[in-house]
C-alpha cells in the first residue's frame, strides 16, 4: 500500500547507515525476505513485478523495522487507553 516503508539500519565498518525503502505509488507494496546470508526489501506493483530491490547482507543488519502506511480509524475500532507509569 502507498505509504508502507521499511527502515533498515546496517553496520558500516565501526559507524552505522540508514536506508528507506518506501512504496511510493497506489497499488504497490514493500516486500521483506531474508535466507543464505541475504536480506532482500523489494517494491513490487500490483502483479509481483519488482521495480526496485536492495539487498544487505545479514550479518551487517544492525535493525529492520516495518513501518505500516498510516490508516483512517474505522467507526468499529476500539478506543486505545494509554498506560500508567508505576508507583
Do not use: C, N, Q, W
Request: aromatic letters at 2%; charged letters at 30%.
Amino acid at each position: 500500500m502507498k505509504g508502507d516503508r521499511v527502515e533498515i539500519v546496517i553496520d558500516a565498518s565501526g559507524s552505522t547507515r540508514t536506508y528507506d525503502i518506501e512504496a511510493t505509488r497506489a497499488g504497490r507494496r514493500v516486500e521483506v525476505t531474508h535466507g543464505r546470508g541475504l536480506v532482500e526489501v523489494t517494491e513490487t506493483t500490483r502483479g509481483g513485478t519488482p521495480v526496485r530491490t536492495a539487498r544487505f547482507m545479514a550479518g551487517r543488519v544492525l535493525a529492520l523495522v516495518e513501518h505500516p502506511a498510516p490508516r483512517p480509524a474505522l467507526a468499529d475500532d476500539a478506543a486505545v487507553t494509554g498506560l500508567r507509569p508505576s508507583a
